[in-house]
């Protein structure tokens, strides 16, 4: 095999199809559920690019600097009660022609950009200090530079009573509002902590877990210029976005990141050619497997079983070298530890392997 | 206060003082343990440079290679039923002048460069995938390249029986060896798996779990560039060396590293104007603080409340603020997952904070 093998050249000069809009309204948006019996809201062949919209759920925490007409007709329209099981918007789920339960979902992540200049972060009652904090929740929001790409804090307050229902929408008097962070800037990290394909399950699928199709695996390096791979469960895949966040850190521990809505430009290619038993992330540097568990020493026996997969299986390592690579050259990071939903992901630089072309290139 | 505060302009223009040589040998060495019964094996001043040899245990995986005369005293000298409790190789300890239980010494590393150009990798029985690898344990040897700062795997081997003794000199014959990872070659990350104090306790102290007092942190960031701060518990603080690495993964998960005996060059510096309940890491990019735990959500819940510490109490941060900071902004990773010994650290960049000097500049 040469230094571009078939497969990377083959859908590395994929070109683009057509060019999809899909804006997020109460007819394009599912809330707080992955279901293979939504309707599609767009329908794509496999290389064509969509523009997308992805909603906060947390644009109430602020609804002065987070709302616009669209996102309002969102939370306005559609009934609480119905966002269920979990908290999330879902914009989507777009069909691609011909894929099948089994093939994989190449999606290329283009560009995200903010819908608006704000974001909220919620020290939340699934947060991981929330005992240590007397059960207190808070709200932080953040405005965004989205030319420097970095972000600082505006106002913060005690939320009121406990945030239960996704999309509550809560109008902090101003002079309830307390100054943060003071002098702090951090860097932006444009990402979707929740997409993927609808799970083959005759109800509707909470957006909480992570899992095998995808989900809210809450890793900030699902950002432009990334590369996810989904396996299909059901016919079309059915691929939604949603959980837009400009920055979070490996860990999210308050339960939430600066979520705040994007813009989404992204690519789907349908591949028949390779096989992955999870959600898999290439990055411009690294190859990343996501492990999940009920516990992190579950999440973490679930990433190293993957990364060995993809070790031995994909790049065509004995078991053996792939042990020992995996202790002396690939981190393991913690993605996010609320309960029921703990992940831990292994990181490998790409540049151990010149040869190849991206990581689905068989060897 | 202004950009720089008097601390950080105290101790940033603190002058090196003599430059001191602590070879390794059977004198200089203490083998498993940590202990405050020890004599020094060196004693100096705050300010001074000591240029030290730390020597792997795991030099008999490959003594035709990673032997020299002084390693094989050590290894012939010793006897091995006293390396105990722990495994690892420790030159010391270094008696600080002045050091008195509750002063922090702040050990900056200059230099780490390899003793010869081999390194062993073992999949270790008490490696996180022991069991899936059907209880075998295997050596992988690795070649260094200085000048390049790369290695690539040499050969391997499987290990005959079970590796208990540490220090186990195995002459693996050339027929039994098998190539490795061909075509791979990794970054090098030299650093120290194991550095400390000597703990107030009035016995031998495994070298196995790492503690308040350092010891096996293996956070492969402790490299050259890098600072660390570690409390003393006893006069004179005793502080040794050991278990030199020439690259780690976050995780280490087949139990052991590349191990392989390094130079190190550093300087202590006697701080008694602050403070820090565990073992605290600087590098040009971040500030880390170690949790150690049972299982990894005790170590991860360790590591949030010391960054919390470091936020608020060392970087005069309101609780709140800090936490929402530590959701948004720090990177948790996994350090370890041998069992006893599991770790958590958590990264937070430095640029956020570009008034201060170092970590120690209290607000």
Known sequence: MGLVCSHGKEHGTHAPGALHHLKATPQTVHWGYFSPDLAPALTVK??????????THHAGDAPEL?????????FREIDPTTRAPGV???TG?????????GDMLEVRYLQMTPRNNYGSNLAAN??????EFGEKERVTIYELDPVANTAHALYAYDFPGKYLVPGTITNCPVCDRQPALPGITIPARPHLGTAGVAPAVNEPVSTIPPGLHGGNIDNWRIGAGATMYYKCQVAGGLFSIGDPHVSQGDGEISGTAIESSLNCLFQIVLRKDFDFPSP????????????????????????????LHLLHEHQGLSKDD????????????VTQVVD????????????????????????
């Open 66 to 74: 987070m709302f616009d007409e669209g996102v309002e007709r969102i």
């Open 340 to 363: 029921g939903t703990l992940g831990v992901h292994a990181r490998i630089e790409r540049r151990l392997f010149p040869q190849k072309g991206t990581v689905t290139d068989i060897s």
């Open 322 to 333: 792939a042990y020992s690579l995996m202790s002396v050259a690939t981190d393991f990071g």
């Open 93 to 101: 789920p777009i069909y691609v022609e011909g894929a099948e339960p």
């Open 280 to 307: 898999l992330l290439e990055t411009p540097q690294n190859w990343i497997v996501h492990g999940f568990g009920e516990d992190l020493d579950a999440a973490m026996k679930n990433a190293s079983m993957d990364m």
């Open 88 to 90: 999330h918007i879902m």
């Open 46 to 55: 496999s290389g064509d690019l969509i523009m997308a919209e992805a909603i």
């Open 126 to 131: 699934w947060g991981h200090l929330y005992q």
